[in-house]
């Protein structure tokens, strides 16, 4: 009983340095270089720095496998690869978040609709201040034509003629005002009918961001024009 104690300590012994042993060794780099030979080292192998390095344990069982260093060009096209992916993941998620935002906020076409009217009546409101004052010029101007015509043939009075430029002035700023405004009628409805038309797939059941980011982006409110 004594010999066999003594025989499984010294077999403990043993393991136990043939252990130790192995931890020292280290792990073990292994590649292929270009020539074809396999290399191997106890640390990263120079040789093979553009080529894939295994790291293999003591007893050679694979530990890791180390991929080639990027030159400063391959690194920079794998970084823009990243930034190009995180992009597009966060595209995804905005998109997301504004059509499920959209679906709250309208959660039926009357909503819409409804959304669709008080935006365009601003800007109609607009256009009858600026129909408006085109009318109150015209008539301002009556008078100083009828002026004028006294003058038919000789030089007017340079404050008859600076009366006339400023009605002409402000007269042509109006109309382009309201140009502006029909524009800007236009540019309202685009965006509700391009969001209707994604708010209908959504209702029929289409996933959030499914369709990908809204191609035209709606202001809270619409553009607001000088009077």
């Not at 295994?54 to 180390?66: A, F, H």
């Not at 009075?157 to 309201?178: S, Y």
């Amino acid at each position: 009983m004594g010999l066999r104690v003594v025989g499984w300590g010294c077999m403990a012994v043993v393991i136990g340095c043939a252990t130790g042993a192995a931890w020292a060794a280290g792990p073990i780099y292994s590649c292929i270089d270009a020539n074809g030979k396999r290399l191997t080292s106890d640390r990263p192998i120079a040789a093979c720095i553009a080529r894939e390095q295994r790291l293999l344990n003591p007893d050679g069982s694979l530990r890791e496998i180390i991929p080639p260093t990027l030159t400063a060009d391959e690194r920079a096209d794998q970084e823009a690869r990243e930034r190009q992916a995180a992009a597009e993941r966060a595209g995804r998620q905005d998109a997301i978040r504004r059509d499920r935002n959209l679906m709250v906020r309208f959660p039926n076409e009357a909503a819409h609709q409804k959304a669709r009217n008080s935006s365009l009546d601003d800007v109609r409101k607009s256009v009858q201040l600026s129909e408006r004052r085109l009318g109150v010029l015209a008539a301002d101007r009556k008078p100083l034509l009828d002026e004028a015509e006294f003058y038919a043939g000789r030089q007017m009075p340079a404050k008859l003629k600076q009366q006339l430029d400023a009605n002409d002035a402000a007269t042509d700023a109006q109309r382009a005002l309201i140009q502006n405004q029909q524009r800007e009628l236009d540019r309202i409805n685009a965006l509700y009918d391009a969001e209707l038309a994604r708010l209908r797939r959504l209702w029929g059941g289409a996933p959030a961001g499914s369709m990908g980011a809204l191609a035209t982006q709606k202001d809270a409110s619409p553009k607001r024009v000088a009077q």
